[in-house]
């Protein structure tokens, strides 16, 4: 057990080595399962469970102490010169290009400090699954460069990574000013012609009355999650979404064996910053409720957040990126649900062959359509 202070923070280590009792090679976490297993003799060895509690931080001291002081956990790292992504360092994973972008040339390593991680999820959906995950998504797509479809055959190129989230906590309390709007009827007489003369009629028109409004919403905002990643698109990543965060558990390191990790971007006042603007979406919808009536115009939101907590954690996300034609897309799983989200190129020709086709297909239809005319009269 390594010493930590007060805010998990531990000294530099490197990453841990979890030799197999009977062989000696190198355990991997087995994904789905509560072990780590011998990809050489298949020797399983359970993971003892960790007695700790998965800890939620106090955000203003997380900051005031990342400010303050330099003692954060230090790794070394890989670092992607290419798309500036920096992920945990494994001297028994040979990458050629990186995880993240699909660049060629992996520039090498530097150290990273950070604050320890608090909690993760550990990989339920192992690289196989994963694999035909991805290869029934490369052939369901329509207009893909062959190119790109060859590329699933190689599948070297799924990386396990956790990557790095904070959740956040906070107690708001909010104060709005106003205006609330009630629809309500009245009679209309209007002027109209009817058989060559003029006529005053009645109807009834909808009209808005506004009414100021002003008061108090309170929520407890629980587990608000913000991607600490730059490197992954939010909006793919974003679509990955739920994950069961119900089911975190306290960090602990066999479940990283054999796979990688990325290292934060966003640190934790960043991170809160999102945050708010995600609280603010549901802190908007509560105030119009509040405000009530057929129409809510918002002129003034005033959020105190209290009791803010927060912790770092690792989502294990099954990642392959692949540079085509000067361009970086990626294909993500959810390494919980084997959800499946990517970025995907379009054959130029293949969009083309289909609209010439559906030209021809309308002009055949046309002509037989026009010939059935012809039988008929
Ligand atoms: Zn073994
Ligand atoms: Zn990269």
Known sequence: MQATDDLGMAPAEAARRFPCAQCGAELHYAPGTESLRCGHCGYENRIMPSTAQVQELDFHQVVAELAARESRQESIVNHCDACGAEYSFDPAIHADTCPFCGAAAVAGTTRHRHLQVNALLPFAIPAGQSRDLFRRWLQSLWFAPGKLKRYGRDDSRLTGMYVPYWTYDAATRTAYQGMRGDYYQVPETYQTVENGRTVTRTRMVTRIRWNPAAGTVTRDFDDVLVLASETLSGYLTEELEPWDLQNVRPYQEEYLSGFRSEMYQLDPAQGFDQARQIMARTITVDVARAIGGDQQQIARLDTRYGDIRCKHILLPIWVSAFRFRNKTYRFLVNGRTGEVQGER?????????????????????????????????
Do not use: D, E, N, T
């Open 345 to 377: 190129p379009y054959s130029p020709w293949k969009i083309v062959a289909a609209v010439i086709f559906g030209i021809v297909l309308a002009a055949v239809l046309a002509l037989l359509f026009s010939q059935q005319g012809q039988l008929h009269y």
